[in-house]
């Protein structure tokens, strides 16, 4: 062919170059898709792992509560105080201190003025009082006839601390008793039993257990073995 017909000639196309940049961009495309869902991967996961601490946390508080329920339970079981225990009946036990009483048995309506301070017995209101403890003071009326039944009748200075007051209830048999605050106490405590009575300075005085396992409940009182329940509440009853 001559020189001139090859000028004549359009200049032939490339190939390669056009296949090479098709192949750029397709790879170029298809990194972008990877990245996107990789990128929802991510998000997929965190929402996930969001969802996880939210449900632990949950189930903590949950089982925080419920070991903060058991935690007050087992408090309560092991402050509260047990009652203590007396045999009922009198021995005839000797106590120093203790003063014994005649007094005349008898139901009456109306006031009753009584020899002893606070009152061992006498006359008193045919209804008795409920045992029990008491925050503000109790008629005596009432409180002698629980006496009748056996029950042991402890009163306190008002001015007694708490902790003194708290050591004194650790005493207590959790029946046929009586704790009420009483004011003109010869002592800051007195124990108070049918026809018995014992005046202390403290409640670590070792003689009120003395006093509880002599005179509560004894065969000895009026009315033996009748309820200390089922009267009348004093202002003021705790339990």
Same mark, same amino acid.
């Given at each position: 062919m001559s020189r001139r017909s090859k000028r004549g000639m359009p200049p032939a196309r490339d190939q390669g170059g056009t296949k090479n940049a098709g192949a750029k961009s397709a790879v170029s495309n298809s990194a972008a898709k990877q990245e996107r869902e990789a990128k929802r991967a991510a998000r997929v996961e965190a929402s996930y792992q969001k969802r996880k601490r939210g449900e632990l946390k949950r189930r903590l508080t949950k089982v925080g509560a419920a070991a903060a329920g058991v935690a007050l339970l087992v408090a309560a079981y092991v402050f509260t105080p047990e009652s203590a225990s007396y045999s009922p009946g009198s021995t005839g036990a000797v106590i120093e201190g203790v003063q014994t009483f005649t007094n005349a048995t008898g139901h009456v309506t109306g006031t009753v003025n009584y020899p002893q301070t606070p009152p061992v017995g006498g006359e008193h209101n045919p209804v008795w009082l409920n045992c029990g403890i008491y925050s503000e003071p109790v008629a005596n009326v009432y409180g002698v006839h629980a006496l009748e039944h056996g029950a042991v009748w402890v009163t306190y200075d008002p001015a007694l601390s708490p902790a003194e007051l708290e050591a004194l209830r650790m005493h207590l048999p959790s029946s046929y008793v009586i704790l009420s605050p009483f004011s003109g106490l010869p002592? /800051?405590?007195?124990?108070? &039993?049918?026809?018995? $009575?014992? &005046?202390?300075?403290?409640?670590?005085? +070792?003689?009120? /257990?003395?006093?509880? +396992? +002599?005179?509560?409940?004894? $065969?000895?009182? /009026? +009315? /033996? #073995?009748?309820?200390?329940? #089922?009267g009348i509440d004093g202002p003021g009853r705790v339990s």
């Open positions: 002592t /800051p405590i007195v124990l108070s &039993a049918w026809n018995a $009575q014992l &005046a202390v300075e403290s409640a670590a005085d +070792e003689r009120i /257990p003395m006093f509880f +396992e +002599e005179y509560w409940r004894s $065969q000895y009182v /009026p +009315e /033996p #073995g009748a309820l200390c329940s #089922g």
